[in-house]
């Protein structure tokens, strides 16, 4: 059971736009950063959003991060083929004293 | 270009030991807090330990709390993790990653290895 739960799966149509959740507490998303990775089949995970919603030179501006109170989403827009991978939420949590990470969501394009 | 190469992966029985390793470059090592991050087979990530750059701050998960051990060595631009008393629970795949930060208490994970296999079995 993950400490941040996110939907196991989604999925979009090329151009669409989708949402994935990340759901937390206060002692994680509502008092840290939201940080979301993209894990491609059978690759190292890769740093997409930063700081709730600050995107890593390279990471294109389709994919955009958002908190609210003790959540947050990742928003992908104009989905891409190249967009079907695994991604993760993950924030510091403070009565863990250390890193949470969502279970993951299951990006399929159709 | 910031490099980040896992060894010492492999099949062990349970209650042994292992020693991973991860050969930095590219980048000030001693700039940044490190860490170990796992993955079972077909499941989400898990982080184990982090530390900070001058190994004055250090966090586990408590899955692995007392059993595993994180260590850096600046000099040789390497991460470690000592893994004692293994458990068929930890089979997974072990992912070094670099900080942003020099802390530990961040989730910001700018790069990653490729990962070592690690497999606890009879």
């Given at each position: ?46 740093l997409l959003i ?34 079907e991978a695994d ?24 | ?112 290895g490729q990962g ?7």
């Amino acid at each position: 059971q993950s400490v941040l739960t996110q939907p196991p799966s989604a999925s979009g149509t090329p151009g669409q736009r989708v949402t994935i959740s990340c759901s937390g507490s206060s002692s994680n998303i509502g008092s840290n950063y939201v940080y979301w990775y993209q894990q491609l089949p059978g690759t190292a995970p890769k740093l997409l959003i930063y700081r709730n919603n600050q995107r890593p030179s390279g990471v294109p501006d389709r994919f955009s991060g958002s908190k609210s109170g003790t959540s947050a989403s990742l928003a992908i827009s104009g989905l891409r083929s190249e967009d079907e991978a695994d991604y993760y939420c993950a924030a510091w949590d403070d009565s863990l004293s250390g890193p949470a990470f969502g279970g993951g969501t299951k990006l399929t394009v159709l | 270009e910031v490099q980040l190469v896992e060894s010492g992966g492999g099949l062990v029985q349970p209650g042994r030991s292992l020693r991973l390793s991860c050969a930095a470059s590219g980048f000030t090592f001693d700039d940044y807090a490190m860490h170990w991050v796992r993955q079972a087979p077909g499941k989400g990530l898990e982080w184990v330990s982090g530390i900070s750059w001058n190994s004055g701050s250090i966090g586990y998960a408590d899955s692995v709390k007392g059993r595993f051990t994180i260590s850096r060595d600046n000099a040789k631009n390497s991460l470690y993790l000592q893994m004692n008393s293994l458990r068929a629970e930890d089979t997974a795949l072990y992912y070094c990653a670099k900080d942003k930060t020099d802390i530990v208490a961040t989730t910001h994970f700018d790069y990653w290895g490729q990962g070592t296999l690690v497999t606890v079995s009879s």
